[in-house]
């Protein structure tokens, strides 16, 4: 079980730190002059983060997308390989300058994660579909404060072809520092993922998939504090 549980933590972390660096990688070719492609549909969010609309004639497969900052559409091309943690550094991941912040949500014993129910729910708490075919916790300027993944490779959510599909769960991960202080994005990550997993029905762990106590939620920010005290705060 030891065993188990050490493979289930590297694949989970490696996933998270995989999708990060692909997006990271994607979006430094932008900058450079690769041409954008097309965007995908995606799924409506609200102003308000945890609350949804009752106006959405389909809930959480709505088509919209910010106009200043258009959702790559890789529909042609597949996320590389999931790195391991120790090949993080060497691709783009700096440890010594930057921290992950990883919870996740699994099912609950006897229970099942079905897409139309995720998609929903990550529609209801104000999570937008796009870049890396994820969803994401965006400032109003569009930059990603946390992201949410599919806790399997290549960690895609597909609001259309995974609707019928039972999810394995979901990786919340946000890299520090980001375009919000450190304790704010730790605290919007904390409540938003309280939030799936109450709507879902699942169980909610730290990044060693373990249940989140209050303990360790006062030592993760204790870590952020930290981190903040050494690299600064972040934000605009």
Do not use: C, N
Request: cysteine-free.
């Amino acid at each position: 079980m030891g065993d188990l549980r050490l493979f289930l933590l590297l694949a989970g972390v490696a996933l998270v730190v995989g999708v990060w660096w692909w997006g990271s990688r994607r979006a430094s070719a932008r900058r450079d002059g690769v041409p954008k492609p097309r965007a995908e549909p995606t799924i409506a969010t609200h102003d308000e983060p945890g609350e949804g609309s009752s106006e959405s004639t389909t809930p959480g497969l709505a088509a919209r997308q910010p106009a200043s900052a258009a959702a790559p559409s890789p529909m042609d091309e597949a996320l590389p390989a999931v790195p391991l943690p120790d090949e993080a550094p060497a691709r783009g991941f700096d440890p010594d300058r930057q921290m992950l912040l990883t919870l996740f949500i699994v099912p609950a014993s006897g229970q099942q994660l079905l897409g139309s129910d995720v998609f929903v729910t990550l529609d209801e708490v104000g999570l937008r579909h796009g870049a890396r075919r994820i969803f994401h916790r965006e400032t109003d300027q569009g930059a990603v404060v946390f992201s949410v993944a599919h806790l399997a490779e290549p960690g895609e959510l597909d609001p259309l072809g995974q609707r019928f599909e039972y999810l394995q769960g979901l990786a919340l991960f946000a890299v520090l520092p980001g375009p919000r202080p450190g304790t704010d994005a730790f605290a919007d990550l904390l409540a938003t993922a309280r939030r799936i997993a109450q709507r879902l029905h699942a169980e909610l762990t730290d990044g060693e998939r373990s249940t989140l106590t209050p303990q360790t939620i006062q030592h993760l920010r204790e870590k952020v504090l930290a981190f903040e005290r050494q690299h600064g705060r972040g934000g605009a």
